[in-house]
């Protein structure tokens, strides 16, 4: 038996993910958490062989719940599932120690098939995803994108900023100052070498972040 937690912060999503894991008589739900602060609570007194981990979070994003984790040696085999683009966070989740990466566009039938994998310990990628990992393996690090060596919260910045979310919607979202947020996007905007928020959403828009 695989028994699983999921976090997301949507109650439709964990109710979807329910009714899809209530079909296989092979995977248990033990537990459904709606934050970072839940879900650490949870894990000390609920069985979880695999992780159902959304990376858009309030206050701490899914990654930094992904860091903690691998940092306590925790044994919990991770699966990112969420609605952040795949083509430019699949492989950054493996690479800080996911077990997969499912978006939620993909046809929810998957979502079994992802847990079982990574439940017997295998990786769980999408054909897309698979060949951006094959790339990226190929490719040397001097012509990686200029976004990929942001950090995670740079990288969350840059795209809520090009989705058309303000300072203080994105202070919301992450429990963070918008002072704080601000700094982030400076970080971006240096790092991008550019100068203001349309530049940010044309550069996120031409390396389909959004």
Same mark, same amino acid.
């Given at each position: 038996?695989?028994?699983?937690?999921?976090?997301?912060?949507?109650?439709?999503? #964990?109710?979807?993910? *329910?009714?899809?894991? &209530?079909? &296989?008589?092979?995977?248990?739900? @033990?537990?459904?958490? +709606?934050?970072?602060?839940?879900?650490?609570?949870?894990? #000390?007194?609920?069985?979880?062989?695999?992780?159902?981990?959304?990376? !858009?979070?309030?206050?701490?994003?899914?990654?930094?719940?992904?860091?903690?984790?691998?940092? +306590?040696?925790?044994?919990?085999?991770?699966?990112?599932?969420?609605?952040?683009?795949?083509?430019?966070?699949?492989?950054?989740?493996?690479?800080?120690?996911?077990?997969?990466?499912?978006?939620?566009? @993909?046809?929810? #039938?998957?979502?079994?098939?992802?847990?079982?994998?990574?439940?017997?310990? /295998?990786?769980?990628? @999408?054909?897309?995803?698979?060949?951006? $990992?094959?790339?990226?393996?190929?490719?040397?690090?001097?012509?990686? !994108?200029?976004? /990929?060596?942001?950090?995670?919260?740079?990288?969350?910045?840059?795209?809520?900023? !090009?989705?058309?979310?303000?300072?203080?919607?994105?202070? #919301?979202?992450?429990?963070? @100052?918008?002072?704080?947020?601000?700094?982030?996007?400076?970080?971006? *905007?240096?790092?991008?070498? $550019?100068? %203001?928020?349309? +530049?940010?959403?044309?550069? &996120?828009?031409? %390396?389909?972040?959004?």
């Amino acid at each position: 038996m695989i028994h699983v937690i999921t976090c997301d912060p949507f109650g439709v999503v #964990r109710r979807g993910i *329910r009714e899809f894991l &209530a079909e &296989a008589v092979d995977v248990r739900l @033990s537990g459904e958490a +709606a934050s970072a602060e839940e879900l650490k609570r949870m894990l #000390r007194t609920t069985q979880c062989d695999v992780l159902l981990l959304a990376l !858009a979070l309030p206050g701490r994003s899914g990654l930094d719940v992904l860091a903690d984790l691998v940092e +306590a040696g925790s044994t919990v085999k991770v699966l990112i599932y969420s609605g952040e683009p795949e083509q430019q966070y699949a492989v950054r989740c493996l690479r800080a120690g996911a077990y997969g990466f499912l978006s939620k566009a @993909s046809d929810p #039938r998957l979502l079994v098939t992802a847990v079982r994998m990574v439940g017997q310990g /295998q990786k769980y990628l @999408s054909p897309e995803a698979t060949q951006l $990992l094959a790339d990226t393996v190929a490719r040397p690090d001097a012509e990686a !994108a200029p976004h /990929q060596l942001l950090s995670n919260r740079e990288l969350e910045t840059l795209v809520r900023i !090009a989705s058309g979310k303000t300072m203080a919607d994105i202070a #919301r979202e992450f429990m963070l @100052s918008p002072k704080t947020v601000n700094v982030y996007r400076m970080r971006v *905007r240096e790092k991008l070498h $550019l100068n %203001n928020d349309a +530049a940010l959403t044309a550069y &996120a828009i031409r %390396n389909r972040l959004i």
